[in-house]
């Protein structure tokens, strides 16, 4: 079965640092992958996705997410942070077979001035 | 624009009471989920279906129905036997036809017991 961790409930960082959220799957062939941001008593909205091709994919947002098939990771990285990018961010996973990723549990952005 | 609607955004239920989330999307996507969220414990998924007149349990079912007798709505009802309702629901959809495309959410439901 498929799986997804994400290793960091919060991370702080201050506004225009750098940032990488970790994001680590387990399943053995080529998945889905995806991350997702949800603000405050909101939906999730899709940030960018990969399944095939180039590792590094690029995002909404200024976003960004390399896939290491070797380490089994799908990082998110964004090279300056804003104050607007402070929400929750959801890594998922999803295989062939199944229509259903299975979701992280989230890790909490929080941005100091 | 296209998209998912949910309502009511906030909705309170007293003991003992059936109460059903309205979930119409303008997508024609063909598959649509609900899923559960609780502080700290991520999505987890309550019902999908990705045709209509057909839908399929998740992980977290039970006290929870639905149905899908139109392309565009997929209700979820929170029913008596469901102990602990108080929670943010959420529902996507998504298109069969590529299954990497990721899901599109609305913006939520929340539902508290008085």
């Not at chain 1, 079965?1 to 799957?25: F, K, M, W």
């Not at chain 2, 209509?52 to 997929?74: C, L, P, T």
């Not at chain 2, 998504?94 to 959410?105: A, P």
Request: overall charge neutral; charged content about 20%.
């Amino acid at each position: 079965a498929q799986s997804v961790t994400q290793p960091d409930i919060h991370i702080t960082v201050s506004e225009g640092a750098s940032l990488e959220l970790r994001c680590n799957y387990s399943y053995g062939a080529t998945p889905y992958l995806f991350w997702y941001v949800q603000s405050p008593g909101q939906g999730l909205q899709l940030l960018l996705k990969y399944f095939s091709g180039d590792t590094l994919v690029q995002g909404i947002k200024g976003f960004e997410a390399e896939f290491k098939r070797s380490q089994s990771s799908f990082n998110l990285r964004k090279p300056s942070v804003h104050w607007s990018d402070a929400a929750e961010y959801f890594c998922a996973v999803g295989s062939g077979g199944s229509y259903i990723p299975t979701f992280g549990r989230g890790t909490s952005l929080i941005v100091h001035p | 624009d296209g998209g998912i609607t949910q309502s009511p955004k906030y909705l309170f239920r007293k003991e003992g009471q059936n109460v059903t989330l309205s979930c119409e999307q303008n997508l024609n996507h063909d598959a649509m989920y609900w899923y559960r969220q609780d502080p700290g414990q991520g999505l987890r998924l309550i019902y999908y279906s990705q045709i209509v007149n057909d839908f399929q349990k998740g992980d977290i079912a039970e006290g929870y129905s639905v149905s899908r007798e139109k392309k565009e709505s997929f209700p979820l009802t929170v029913t008596s036997a469901q102990k602990n309702p108080t929670a943010f629901y959420l529902c996507a959809s998504s298109t069969n036809r590529d299954r990497g495309s990721g899901y599109t959410f609305g913006s939520g439901t929340r539902l508290t017991v008085v």
